[in-house]
């Protein structure tokens, strides 16, 4: 029942926040709806959540052809060839992780004469299975793709490993956090970190999460 699951969702972030001494307002709940249908979404709508995260560019786009008007964010990992269907449609882009990437969403961004609103996604667990680029390559790419004017990085991204203990995740959020520290002292704007999902979010946030990407929490279980 997503209503009630809404408000004890609702409910954990303010005390995350407020244990962490930050506004819960400063945090933006991010629905990830993929494999939910239209009318779940319209639900979560109802329910005053305003953004929604989908990871694959295919089977989110009935969803996106029906409600173009939400704040749609893409989480998942993005193939250059994907980047022109993904631009127009989505406010941030949540992975990038590579210079080719980067190369696509600035001659994407040049055609239709727009920004690229993205994240850089970053490795912080050392699973060879996440993507994301190597925390130590950062401040190197960052410098990069600053140099692409139609860019604009607006944070940092990670996936913790799924664990049955959140507390062990606190090290990659953590990590995340500093990576931000130190690259804004090297003259970066990085306003936000979108770190925590449903079996982490509580942690995210004590680490300084802006932005919690929830699926199951909200939908019941969601298959990957
Ligand atoms: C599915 C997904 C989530 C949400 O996962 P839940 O555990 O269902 O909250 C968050 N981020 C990404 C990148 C995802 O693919």
Redesign the pocket.
């Known amino acids: 029942m997503p209503a009630e699951n809404y408000k004890i969702l609702k409910n954990n972030i303010n005390e995350a926040a407020l244990r962490s001494g930050r506004n819960p307002d400063s945090i933006t709940l991010i629905a990830?709806t993929?494999t939910v249908t239209v009318e779940e979404v319209r639900r979560a709508v109802n329910l005053g959540i305003t953004d929604f995260?989908e990871?694959r560019v295919q089977e989110a786009k009935p969803k996106l052809k029906q409600m173009p008007e939400l704040r749609w964010h893409f989480?998942?990992h993005l193939q250059s060839n994907k980047v022109k269907d993904v631009l127009p449609h989505y406010i941030l882009i949540?992975s990038l992780d590579r210079l080719s990437l980067a190369k696509e969403l600035q001659r994407c961004a040049e055609k239709f004469e727009r920004s690229a609103e993205v994240l850089v996604q970053v490795n912080t667990s050392g699973e060879a299975s996440k993507f994301g680029l190597e925390p130590e390559k950062l401040p190197g790419f960052l410098e990069q793709v600053s140099g692409y004017n139609r860019i604009r990085i607006k944070g940092l991204m990670t996936?913790a490993p799924f664990v049955d203990d959140p507390e062990e995740t606190r090290p990659c959020f953590s990590m995340l956090r500093r990576l931000r520290e130190e690259n804004i002292r090297a003259g970066f704007a990085l306003p936000e970190l979108s770190m925590g999902?449903?079996?982490d979010y509580q942690v995210a946030i004590e680490e300084g999460a802006t932005m919690v990407?929830?699926?199951?929490?909200i939908f019941g279980q969601?298959k990957?």
């Not at 990407?213 to 929490?217: K, L, N």
């Open positions: 990830v993929k995260g990871n989480i998942g949540h996936m999902m449903t079996n990407r929830i699926g199951s929490a969601i990957q």
